[in-house]
């Protein structure tokens, strides 16, 4: 314990020296100083509304029978503006804030809080987002949901500072609000946070591992209030050489075993597979007094969703559950990948007359590796009046800019534009009587709607065992964002 302080010492006047001497040049031309007090700021709300201290004006609410978010109000914090003292609530209020712990079982701190801060939108709720934003704004907080938006999927991570080693990032997030409404169209609906990432480096050796974020002005004055929020993993089994691992983000990553990871699936360090940890997470939320019953139960169901989209993400990036069909378990109904992979291309085969893959006699394991690794986007969706993608390969997840789970709430319909769902639809009949269709060269739209033009791509039946139709294959070929 000693030995970590030493060096996290060590490493602060090390920091401190390389901003003095110039060796460090921050974004935004901010000076050094102002960006640490960002950072010591954001860190000092995430533990007040963590300690919820009785001292420091935190009480319980009543819950709603079930404990398993703890919901707390202070009614002696309010937002304050630095620069003009007068501006806090029109109606006397506070904060409410809303949290929850769970146990992780072989999930890689690292790796877990860098997934929740590259892929926000598995997780967060945009209206949320833009509620919590609009009380720095406005003087009156109203409830998400009376000006519903639109989460464009676009999101622009801005560093501003970081810490020699990387330890800590302190950043500016950029969310993409869309209108709804033409007269939304003449404003701009794009939210700002401030972020501090801890410990989302593989070799990071500390204590916990963090992301604290809060909403901010766009304009980023240096007196900016912030109603720090995030997420808070202390591992339990502390390993001396820090914690391992060379899985990439993607949470289909469970099916990539042929990476220059230091571990191929399946093969996890036992080290990895019997890690403990603590994840705490806590939300804050402003509120006027006549409307804190409403938002105490707002907080308690969006903590609860939160924590059921945390509890998704750790079985997919958890070692104890990787290997080829481990992304796939989690996809009910479904057959295991690698049978899943033998239909695909058998039935690739029946249909073209041609095979998929260069090796065809290979089976198992392998085959599902060869498809998973093929250059072209491989995605297969249901067999229903409205397909929904469930599988994709490597190269079809990078061209939707998914993940297998995000990959659910996708529908066939959603990737193209009219004229390509016209010519989908045009060649349906095609394809449920010859079994597979040729679709000319065109764009079609990425899960975060950008443009991806192909050359070509063929739609074809995938047969079952039983020779039933068991899903649709499509297969984009030469693809690339426009």
């Known amino acids: 314990m000693l030995a970590a302080l030493r060096i996290q010492a060590l490493r602060h006047l090390r920091q401190i020296a390389q901003e003095t001497s110039g060796e460090v040049v921050y974004a935004l031309g901010r000076q050094p100083a102002v960006l640490r007090t960002f950072s010591q700021r954001l ?248 409307l804190q019953d409403s938002v105490a139960t707002m907080a308690r169901q969006y903590v609860r969703s939160v924590v059921s989209a945390v509890q998704r993400v750790s079985m997919a990036i958890s070692p104890s559950q990787s290997g080829l069909n481990a992304g796939q378990r989690m996809l009910s109904g479904f057959p295991e990948a690698a049978t899943l992979a033998r239909w695909v291309c058998q039935s690739y085969h029946y249909h073209l007359g041609v095979e998929l893959l260069n090796q065809s006699d290979e089976a198992g394991e392998a085959l599902l590796k060869m498809l998973w690794h093929h250059p072209d986007a491989v995605l297969c969706c249901s067999f229903k009046e409205k397909p929904m993608f469930t599988f994709a390969n490597k190269a079809g997840l990078d061209m939707l800019e998914t993940s297998l789970i995000a990959l659910q709430d996708l529908t066939l319909d959603k990737i193209f534009d009219e004229s390509g769902r016209k010519a989908i639809f045009s060649d349906i009949s095609k394809l449920m009587e010859q079994g597979y269709a040729y679709l000319p060269s065109g764009v079609c739209m990425s899960g975060m709607g950008r443009h991806v033009s192909f050359d070509q791509a063929v739609a074809w039946k995938v047969l079952g065992e039983d020779s039933s139709v068991h899903c649709l294959a499509f297969c984009f070929v030469n693809w690339s964002f426009v």
Request: charged share 20%.
């Open 43 to 290: 860190s000092r709300g995430f533990n007040d509304a963590i300690s919820g201290f009785n001292d420091d004006g935190w009480s319980v609410m009543g819950g709603d029978g079930i404990e398993d978010v703890v919901v707390a109000c202070n009614s002696t914090k309010k937002i304050r503006n630095n620069s003009n003292a007068g501006i806090t609530f029109g109606a006397p209020g506070g904060i409410i804030c809303a949290k929850a712990s769970m146990l992780l079982q072989s999930v890689p701190p690292a790796v877990l809080v860098r997934f929740l801060r590259e892929h926000r939108s598995e997780w967060a709720d945009y209206n949320i987002d833009a509620y919590l934003a609009s009380s720095l704004k406005t003087s009156a907080c109203s409830l998400p949901g009376l000006r519903p938006m639109r989460f464009s999927g676009g999101q622009m991570i801005m560093p501003l500072a970081h810490t020699v080693e990387n330890e800590e990032i302190l950043e500016v997030v950029r969310l993409e609000g869309q209108p709804l409404t033409h007269d939304e169209a003449l404003l701009s609906r794009d939210i700002h946070l401030l972020q501090l990432c801890t410990g989302i480096d593989e070799k990071s050796v500390g204590s916990s591992f963090q992301l604290v974020f809060a909403p901010i002005d766009e304009h980023f004055p240096d007196d900016a209030p912030l109603i720090s929020s995030g997420f808070r993993v202390i591992p339990l089994d502390m390993k001396t050489d820090g914690v391992s691992s060379g899985r990439t983000l993607d949470l289909a990553s469970s099916l990539d075993v042929g990476s220059a990871a230091p571990q191929a699936s399946g093969d996890a360090p036992p080290d990895d597979c019997n890690l403990r940890s603590v994840l705490t997470i806590a939300f804050q939320f402003p509120y006027e007094m006549h």
